[in-house]
């Protein structure tokens, strides 16, 4: 069965400079969700998109911005990267309020 | 403010036996619960998803209950094996929000010879 893809898996950035994550959701699914999570911590919610509009955001960072296309895959835009934006950037797809299925992150490290 | 606590915060146990996580939320007004297992640097996979009229679930030797009076729920491994050890994370979704979900603090559980 399809999963969650996300790219690249791992991402090395120097500081100051702009990455740019995707996330190809699983087919059929509306809603896609961006989650960060720091070594050691919980994931913490950035944002979602429902049908291609922002339905929630989170402690989204304003360096940071993300979108949902017409195809329904997201890309998370990260800027002016800091040392702290080191962490795993998780995506998950679900249909509508159903059952949420992660990605397998990536991994960002700023360097 | 939504909330979901788990415990214990880790936990050994020797392969073989059983354990039960336990998960507390004051999120509200509840939609579903999920339970996910998580490896190390892994993204988190879907053990069970259970609404407000389900109280038990089972998937494996993975079990899953939820008291929605009590907004408690809990995991019960049974057998435990050595690939069972991960983080147990605890999410709950709220009625409304078509989105967010908020995650417990995790358990962190060891499975040893």
């Known amino acids: 069965a399809a999963g969650v893809i996300q790219s690249p898996r791992h991402l090395i950035k120097e500081k100051r400079e702009t990455a740019t994550l995707k996330c190809y959701p699983i087919?059929?699914?509306?809603?896609v969700y961006w989650y960060q999570q720091g070594p050691g911590q919980d994931p913490q919610f950035l944002i979602s998109?429902?049908?291609?509009?922002?339905?929630d955001k989170g402690s989204i960072p304003d360096r940071f911005s993300a979108q949902q296309f017409s195809d329904y895959h997201s890309e998370l835009n990260m800027s002016s990267l800091e040392l702290g934006d080191s962490a795993l950037y998780f995506c998950?797809?679900?249909?509508?309020?159903?059952?949420?299925?992660f990605g397998q992150g990536t991994r960002l490290t700023v360097v | 403010k939504n909330q979901v606590e788990q415990s214990p915060q880790s936990l050994i146990i020797l392969e073989g036996k059983n354990c039960t996580l336990q998960c507390n939320y004051t999120v509200s007004p509840f939609s579903n619960l999920r339970w996910y297992k998580q490896d190390t640097g892994r993204g988190p996979v879907s053990l069970t998803i259970m609404t407000f009229s389900e109280n038990t679930k089972s998937n494996g030797r993975y079990t899953a209950t939820l008291d929605a009076d009590t907004k408690q729920s809990s995991l019960h491994i049974t057998a435990s094996q050595l690939s069972d050890s991960a983080s147990y994370i605890c999410?709950?979704?709220?009625?409304?929000?078509?989105?967010?979900?908020?995650f417990g603090t995790g358990t962190r559980l060891q499975v040893t010879l």
């Open positions: 999410v709950v979704s709220a009625a409304g929000t078509a989105s967010k979900l908020t």
């Open positions: 998950a797809s679900s249909r509508r309020n159903t059952e949420a299925f």
């Open positions: 087919p059929r699914h509306d809603t």
């Open positions: 998109f429902y049908e291609k509009m922002q339905s």
